[in-house]
């Protein structure tokens, strides 16, 4: 037999594999658990930081707490953790660790979900140690703020002066820095972009210690390169970002038998542009539910007179009614009844809580939809795989996903939202989930086992994250996580032509490869 | 006496995925070898796609020297006593034909563990928290290690769980399977995939493909018969049946044994106290007598619940038992005859590829296929394995009872 020659290789800078080209599906051949970083020259490192005022903490205490992110599957241990403080101190921590070629691993909130935040070895820089907001302009409507702050002490400053953020992830015990550099996504991100693009400018440190500010008028280019660019090409020190005044929301919910008919009406609605908020939240894929929200009576007053009765999902009582008529002559599938209303009991009380709630309004999206419903997702291992399209290609993707789902667990959940893309972003989203075919929107469905007290390994959850990812190969299109454990599907995903262009791009801002390596490249 | 976090005795496939889990997370971890590195490793070296995923996605490309020739193998190839045959490529797509002597070398120096090789391991005891170990290095004293886990990634005839249960490989069936290499003369057999023979008379485990432009002939049988016997006489069916015109056997033949039967009856070891076993120690074994992809995984679970028992401060075996579940679910069921008619538990498509034959080729094969697993009546597996079957049906799961 003669040696396959792999043809994805010839074209990029991944080293040959002799075995075949595309010998499995979905992976390119690439490691994508790093190897720990063996600790040459640490002692050296350790000593021209400190000359340059850098405190470096090297005990147990100090980097034990680091040894995992919320997806509590990728382990690793630091060498030494340094707390951000400012930006001249990051830039010394960044000039040095270059000379050393020591890795730097940035972390805000830990969220991540692939170990992109946990240090195999080298320094992890702490940016909650720069957690302040700064300024606050309520004519302009925009605030600036230290990177290391949690989007939910943003929220509660902000609130102050009657004011909130535009978008912000579901979990907001994360960043403002991580999110600017992988996207955030909202369920109103159908309506004003991702978490991302609220981003006006940016104090960046770069991989070389330079401290620069940027944004789409001063350092266009770098400003491109760190909005989304999964913390390649700079650690944020401070953004200013869009925000708006506060609103209550008024909110609706529909109910669904199936997933493509709710796909559809989620479609439909983001194309009316009739809402300002839409998303599905789903119990397994017998209860679907349809979420949309208002900013203003009169927004709510035209979607229940025009497009609600386009809609195809039901109230509770009338859902509950047609789901125990299609139950009761299926006995195999009490047990799932069961999950249902037991989900529904637990859950239901935190998405409509009285003490946030009044006439009708919820008075405070960020505790209802970060932590008090957050608990109810997730478990020791947080294992949340996705799919990002463009519109044709959505239903497929979430019907495919959700047959995995329904494979590997017996209780699970999945999320879906659209995200409005922004022309003007186009250069931003290279490097990004956002499927390069997606005109208006994209589209991204999150899977979520539910663990029900069984405990699974990190192996058999591995598995179903390449069943997830690999569905995405044959759809050619993208993920809102590749990073860390999954890096190898970036290729599958971009094309070698991009990710070769970035990297090149990432060899000369950082030629030491030593800022959050093995996340993407 | 020096004290470390986790000694792994075997510096195999197992050993290298556990030690990866470890050492990234930043605990000390030594590697007991008892012979030199690179050394030798009786295997067909044909790994499954998931294992050959697993290797690609923890230690990256694999380079050429740790691969024979032929590189890679695209399924496999059933033969059955009525001369009908069936191919079955793998579904993950071609995988590699490993070199284990050097795949081994090098898994286990990308896991970055510290290797102590030509040191044998001679006894553990455990104490409260810790456990010491007790090894060799050929020709020297023996010396003691304290840690606070040993995994014992050694083999079918593991020294590790001999120390835990002394009698345990009396009680399970062992069988010996050998390999011989012939130059090629004249070979019809396909290079690209894995021969199988489902052949009573030709013994409990026949087996043949290329290697580095050789033809390996392979057999296995129940420990007691003769293996040149055993040989001479499969390479005759060969020729005869096949047309397969091979040189005399070189003079490098192989052997080993197996321990086969635990995978089928769900009659696993995983350990006691901190001691874990993994790999091929604790019965794991896919039903192309596979064992590499089992090997590489069992041994990843093992050091991410070594790492787990450390940050949750939980006994080990707790946390190991629960999380191998779902490789016990894996492997068991490529046995389970409800799931192989039911379900895809194989990396192959056999119900597709029997569906796809002429209906009478099908009866042949199933005959054939019903009197090849009477060879195995004596073990007395048959009414065990229809017991986990019913038990894998009814409550989804098999039983933890029967692991020791």
Request: aromatic share 10%.
């Amino acid at each position: 037999m003669n040696l396959p020659v792999s043809e994805t290789a010839a074209e990029s800078s991944l080293p040959t594999d002799p075995v075949a080209a595309d010998a499995l599906i979905g992976v390119p051949r690439q490691q994508t658990n790093p190897s720990r970083w063996r600790g040459e020259r640490w002692p050296e490192f350790v000593q021209a930081a400190e000359l340059q005022g850098v405190e470096v903490r090297q005990r147990y205490a100090d980097t034990g707490m680091y040894i995992t992110d919320a997806g509590g599957l990728a382990h690793g241990m630091p060498h030494g953790v340094v707390v951000a403080r400012s930006a001249g101190q990051i830039a010394a921590l960044m000039k040095v660790a270059q000379q050393f070629a020591v890795p730097v691993t940035v972390r805000g909130g830990g969220l991540t979900t692939e170990g992109e935040s946990v240090a195999f070895g080298g320094v992890l820089l702490d940016m909650t140690g720069m957690s302040r907001l700064l300024h606050v302009d309520k004519n302009a409507l925009t605030v600036r703020t230290q990177a290391g702050i949690f989007w939910h002490h943003l929220a509660e400053v902000l609130r102050r002066d009657g004011l909130d953020y535009i978008s912000a992830p579901l979990n907001l015990s994360s960043s403002v820095g991580g999110t600017l550099g992988v996207g955030g996504i909202d369920v109103n991100s159908s309506k004003h972009g991702c978490s991302a693009d609220q981003a006006i400018s940016l104090l960046v440190v770069t991989p070389t210690g330079e401290i620069v500010e940027c944004s789409d008028d001063e350092n266009h280019e770098l400003f491109e390169r760190i909005v989304l660019g999964y913390g390649q090409f700079g650690i944020i020190i401070e953004a200013t970002l869009k925000i708006r005044r506060y609103t209550p929301l008024r909110m609706h919910y529909f109910y669904y038998a199936s997933l493509k008919p709710c796909v559809e009406d989620l479609l439909m609605l983001d194309a009316s542009q009739a809402c300002d908020y839409t998303g599905i939240l789903t119990m397994m894929d017998s209860a679907i539910t349809l979420l949309v929200a208002f900013d203003s009576d009169a927004r709510e007053a035209e979607f229940l007179r025009q497009v609600k009765p386009e809609l195809r999902g039901h109230g509770e009582l009338m859902f509950a009614l047609r789901l125990a008529a299609k139950f009761s002559w299926r006995p195999w599938k009490w047990k799932e009844v069961l999950f249902l209303l037991r989900r529904k009991r637990e859950l239901f009380p935190d998405l409509q809580p009285a003490h946030h709630m009044q006439e009708g309004r919820m008075l405070d999206r960020t505790v209802v939809f970060s932590r008090a419903v957050w608990k109810h997702w997730g478990n020791r291992h947080m294992v949340i795989p996705d799919l990002a399209t463009n519109r044709d290609k959505f239903i497929e993707a979430v019907e495919r996903g959700n047959a995995v789902c329904r494979k590997y667990f017996s209780c699970y959940t999945l999320y879906c939202v659209g995200i409005r893309l922004r022309d003007d972003h186009r250069a931003h989203y290279e490097l990004s989930s956002i499927p390069a075919d997606a005109e208006g929107w994209a589209y991204g469905c999150e899977f979520e086992p539910m663990y029900n007290g069984v405990e699974y390994s990190r192996d058999r959850l591995q598995s179903f994250k390449n069943e997830i990812y690999d569905i995405g190969v044959e759809l050619e299109t993208s993920y809102y996580r590749f990073g860390g454990m999954m890096k190898g599907y970036i290729r599958r995903a971009l094309g070698n032509e991009v990710v070769e262009k970035h990297l090149q791009l990432k060899r000369e801002a950082d030629p030491a490869m030593i800022l959050n390596r093995d996340v993407i490249f | 006496m020096r004290s470390v976090d986790v000694v792994i005795v075997g510096a195999s496939l197992a050993a290298a995925a556990a030690a990866k889990r470890l050492v990234d997370a930043g605990l000390e971890t030594v590697i007991l070898e008892k012979q030199l590195l690179p050394r030798h490793k009786i295997c067909s070296g044909i790994l499954s796609p998931r294992g050959h995923r697993f290797l690609l996605e923890n230690f990256g490309p694999l380079p050429r020297n740790v691969l024979h020739e032929p590189t890679s193998c695209r399924g496999v190839t059933f033969h059955f006593p009525s001369m009908v045959s069936m191919s079955m490529d793998f579904f993950g797509g071609t995988t590699p034909h490993l070199h284990r002597k050097h795949a081994d070398h090098w898994v286990i120096e990308q896991s970055g563990a510290e290797v102590m090789d030509d040191t044998s391991f001679l006894a553990q005891r455990e104490l409260d928290d810790h456990v010491v170990v007790t090894a060799r290095k050929r020709g020297g004293e023996a010396f003691d290690l304290k840690a606070r886990y040993l995994i014992g990634a050694d083999g079918p005839v593991s020294p590790v769980l001999r120390s835990l249960y002394p009698d345990y490989h009396k009680q399970i069936p062992m069988f010996f399977v050998g390999q011989k290499f012939h130059e090629i003369i004249d070979c019809p057999l396909d290079e690209a995939y894995f021969h199988f023979w489902f052949h009573p008379d030709l013994g409990h485990y026949t087996w043949s493909h290329a290697r580095d432009s050789r033809q390996i002939v392979g057999v296995g049988y129940k420990i007691g018969d003769k293996f040149h016997d055993r040989h001479l006489h499969v390479a005759r069916y060969f020729e005869e049946k096949h047309g397969v015109r091979l040189k005399p056997a070189d003079d490098d033949h192989e052997g080993c044994s197996e321990n086969f039967g635990p995978s089928l009856i769900n009659r696993y070891v995983f350990g006691k106290g901190r001691v874990l076993i993994t790999g091929q120690a604790t019965g794991f074994l896919n039903m192309i007598g596979e064992g590499m992809s089992c090997a590489l995984h069992s041994g990843a679970i093992a050091g991410e619940s070594v790492v787990d028992a450390m940050l949750r401060n939980r006994p080990v075996q707790d946390i190991y038992r629960q999380n191998i579940a779902s490789e016990v679910r894996r492997t068991t069921d490529q046995w389970n005859p409800l799931k192989i008619a039911f379900a895809r538990p194989h990396e192959a498509d056999f119900p597709k590829a029997l569906m796809e034959m002429p209906m009478g080729d099908r009866i042949k094969v199933m005959r054939d296929i019903w009197s090849f697993l009477k060879l195995y009546k004596e073990f007395r597996w048959g009414r065990q394995i229809m017991a986990i079957s019913a038990q894998r049906l009814l409550h989804g799961d098999y039983s933890r009872k029967n692991w020791l």
